[in-house]
């Protein structure tokens, strides 16, 4: 569906065939012969870079101290990593850094109260103090789960598409959304940054439903996204330059307004979340990753969370 009453096409693409006796030769010649076909802004993943941050051994916040993270726990973790000499190639700071209300992004930096030196100290000291090369920071397609307060300084600086149920993103249209990221990400790189992690992105529906065909809504917001983090998180970028990966990991995203519209990015999670604390999941993690890695390494290398 486009989730759009409004939309008519006039052309609808139903299906690819290819045939192999290789099971991977055969997804690959099946998705290079559709994209040609229907010419996706999105490329394949063979034909991008993969980013030199994920190389390396990384540790993310989130399943230590999920809403709980602030400056004096990931600091205590790293010095915890660095005494049991295991070197770390990047930290993430996941969900529950952020400066919030009411479930909508009110600022582009840390909250105060769980981050006082805000974003930079804490980089300077990942960096400096414990030697850890890469630093990023999670966030959400739309700025937060609810999307960005409008009548925030952030939100009055930058166009906003006021979608359902009073819930405000980036606008998508016509690359108007563009500087939205383009000034966060500016912020996050002069704060010692170099990657995000981008969650939610198949939640474009829930704003833009009826509004815009669901295609444009994500295709947009990825041009968007993409074409900041270009400037700011690609290989060997300081400010422009080309890109041989992008500092960008997809999340929550395996839908198709998403995946045929990575042009650059080039990593992606491929699963539920890992709940290390449910025995069940351990089975059923791997049996999703394995399945789903299937599809999805067509368009992006798998995260297995």
């Known amino acids: 569906s486009s989730y ?16 192999s006796g290789d099971p991977y030769r055969l997804t690959r010649a099946t998705y290079e012969t559709a994209f040609a ?5 999105g490329r394949l993943r063979w034909q991008k870079g993969y980013p ?5 051994f990384g540790w993310c916040s989130w399943n230590a101290y999920e809403h709980t993270v602030n400056e004096e726990k990931i600091l205590a973790s790293a010095r915890s990593f660095r005494d049991k000499r295991i070197p770390l190639g990047f930290v993430l700071v996941d969900d529950g850094w952020l400066s919030v209300k009411n479930d909508r992004l009110t600022d582009f ?11 930079e100290r804490l980089a300077r000291a990942l960096r400096t103090d414990y030697s850890i090369p890469h630093v ?4 959400t397609f739309q700025g937060y789960w609810s999307g960005v307060e409008r ?21 998508p249209r016509e690359g108007r959304g563009e500087s939205f990221y383009a000034d966060w990400y500016g912020r996050l790189k ?28 994500g295709g947009g917001s990825q041009r ?8 700011f998180f690609a290989d060997g970028a300081s400010g422009g330059g080309t890109a041989h990966g992008l500092g960008v990991i997809n999340c929550m995203e395996m839908t198709l307004e998403n995946v045929y519209n990575w042009r650059e990015s080039n990593v992606a999670r491929n699963s539920d979340d890992y709940l290390p604390d449910v025995a069940q999941n351990y089975m059923d993690h791997v049996y999703q990753n394995a399945y789903n890695a299937y599809w999805l390494s067509n368009f992006a290398y798998p995260d297995w969370d």
């Open 109 to 119: 930096g840390a909250d105060p109260a769980k981050f006082p030196g805000g974003l």
């Open 52 to 56: 030199e941050i994920f190389r390396s």
């Open 37 to 41: 076909a229907t010419d996706q802004h």
């Open 136 to 139: 990023g920071v999670w966030h």
């Open 4 to 19: 759009d009453p409004k939309l008519a096409p006039r052309r609808v693409p139903l299906f690819a065939y290819a045939s």
């Open 224 to 231: 968007n996204l993409e074409g900041a983090a270009r400037r």
């Open 190 to 217: 002069g704060w010692g940054y170099d990657f995000v992690k981008v969650d939610g992105q198949a939640n474009n529906v829930r704003f833009t439903d009826g509004l815009m065909p669901l295609f444009d809504s």
């Open 151 to 171: 009548e925030s300084a952030i939100g009055r600086a930058h166009p906003l598409l006021h979608g359902q149920d009073a819930k405000s993103l980036p606008d």
